[in-house]
């Protein structure tokens, strides 16, 4: 079975750049999120989607914005990159938004901004 | 935000059980406790999760104190892929995951 494939797996931006990072979750999961991890830190949440409505948004700016599509894979777009935003870049999948639900993590996209 | 606390690091040795701990005062009647584990350049991976009664599965086991402000995860025979960050999270139904440091678990061989 497929688990959360997120792609691309590496990215390099220069400063000022917009980068649209995509997630296709596991078959049959309709909620997907997703995290920032900087270095040395645990996840930080921006956003969570459930049958393509946005249900919860993290303390992010607003130069971060997602979607869900009708096929429950997401997207996750970042305009104007800053230095700060190099980071470990998560989607989640759920059947789900349950408290008692678990989630499956991709392996992430690795974005770097310089 | 319902919050966790857990050691910033911890050392096992192999083959030995492991015992890791997770305050959680401020927990409400709705949380679920999540633990979930990362290795290095991977996503975070599911271990175990309960509400109120303890919880065993293949991989771990989960015990909950009755009042539920802590729970312990436990690893019966640690093994070197057991060397994680392992994170304690509270999770409502509807919300999302709030990760916080988590616990760097060394394995000694």
């Known amino acids: 079975d497929a688990g959360v494939t997120q792609s691309p797996t590496h990215l390099i931006k220069t400063r000022g750049q917009h980068v649209t990072l995509r997630c296709s979750p596991i078959s049959g999961h309709k909620s997907v999120s997703w995290y920032q991890q900087v270095l040395g830190q645990g996840p930080q949440f921006i956003f969570q989607y459930y049958e393509k409505e946005e249900r919860g948004r993290g303390n992010f700016p607003d130069r971060f914005s997602a979607r869900q599509f009708p096929n429950y894979s997401s997207e996750l777009n970042v305009n104007a990159l800053l230095l700060g935003d190099s980071a470990l870049y998560l989607c989640a999948s759920s059947l789900d938004p349950g408290g008692g639900t678990e989630a499956f993590f991709g392996q992430g996209t690795r974005l770097t901004v310089v | ?109």
């Open chain 2, 1 to 109: 935000d319902a919050k966790t606390t857990q050691p910033n690091s911890m050392e096992s040795n192999e083959e030995e059980p492991v015992h890791l701990p997770c305050n959680h005062s401020t927990i409400s009647g709705t949380d679920y406790i999540h633990w979930y584990r990362q290795l290095p350049s991977q996503g975070p991976e599911y271990v175990i999760h309960g509400l109120t009664s303890n919880v065993n599965n293949r991989m771990a086991s989960l015990a909950i104190a009755e009042d539920r402000k802590s729970s312990t995860l436990i690893l019966h025979r640690a093994t070197l892929r057991d060397a994680a960050v392992y994170y304690c999270i509270l999770r409502a139904t509807g919300n999302q995951f709030y990760f916080g440091t988590g616990t760097s678990l060394t394995v000694i061989p």
